[in-house]
């Protein structure tokens, strides 16, 4: 299993961005995917999960701002990210939510002015 976090930055508060998951190593449709807040001295929290079938579910503190999304055909799953805030400032990770796998990377997001 492997998977690849993409797409984070510097952004200012109520920027956007769009992250990226390569997944590769498993049959990526039939699992429901996750994307993972792990902000500067916490621990790390599911912040929006989708189905394999693509049923969405959030975290209070990104609902109505987040969006993930995934294209089977590709392996990926997405996280559009809106509004941003510096309470989003985190590595984001992405991984199989209650069959985990090896974390990869992870990307850095940033919201500062």
């Known amino acids: 299993v492997q998977l690849v976090e993409s797409g984070g930055g510097l952004v200012q508060p109520g920027g956007s961005l769009r992250l990226s998951c390569a997944a590769s190593g498993f049959i990526f449709s039939i699992y429901t995917m996750g994307w993972y807040q792990q902000a500067p001295g916490k621990q790390r929290e599911l912040a929006a999960r989708?189905?394999?079938?693509?049923?969405?579910n959030y975290t209070n503190s990104v609902k109505g701002r987040f969006t993930i999304s995934r294209d089977n055909a590709k392996n990926t799953v997405y996280l559009q990210m809106n509004s941003l805030k510096p309470e989003d400032t985190a590595v984001y990770y992405c991984?199989?939510?209650?069959?985990?796998?090896?974390w990869g990377q992870g990307t850095q997001v940033t919201v500062s002015s």
């Open positions: 989708i189905t394999g079938g693509g049923r969405t």
């Open positions: 991984n199989r939510v209650d069959y985990e796998s090896s």
